[in-house]
């Protein structure tokens, strides 16, 4: 993963715990220094956050120096952005929900309902 030094986050002192706390996908394009346009985010930005706790999950940022961590985070974010501002949520299927109504898989046909002929033939009881 490249790791864009060259342009620091505005304020990399404890990114890390910082981003522990941050509440909106805009609080942390802003923490991190990533522009983004509103009206796209506000399409797909729980798939941008989910796409970027991925790839988190993938790296340990811990023990690294703040501005290497507060980098890496920002390519994440930018990399997230990117990946699904130019493409539908639902063709990206990010979350359970969407992946078990994906179009692409055969849907199982339900299970027919089972009657034994005994029963079938047995007079209806009155009482």
Do not use: N, Q, W
């Amino acid at each position: 993963m490249t790791c864009p030094i060259d342009r620091p986050v505005p304020d990399s002192a404890g990114i890390l715990d910082r981003m522990r706390h941050l509440s909106s996908a805009e609080d942390f394009f802003d923490a991190l220094g990533v522009r983004f346009e509103p009206e796209r985010l506000a399409v797909c930005r729980l798939h941008v956050m989910k796409r970027m706790g991925e790839m988190l999950a993938g790296d340990d940022l811990e023990g690294l120096p703040d501005s290497v961590a507060a980098a890496r985070a920002r390519s994440m974010l930018e990399r997230a952005y990117r990946e699904l501002t130019g493409a539908s949520p639902l063709e990206r299927r990010l979350f359970k929900v969407l992946k078990d109504r994906d179009p692409a898989r055969p849907v199982p046909s339900p299970r027919r309902p089972f009657v034994a002929l005994g029963d079938a033939l047995r007079p209806i009881d009155g009482g």
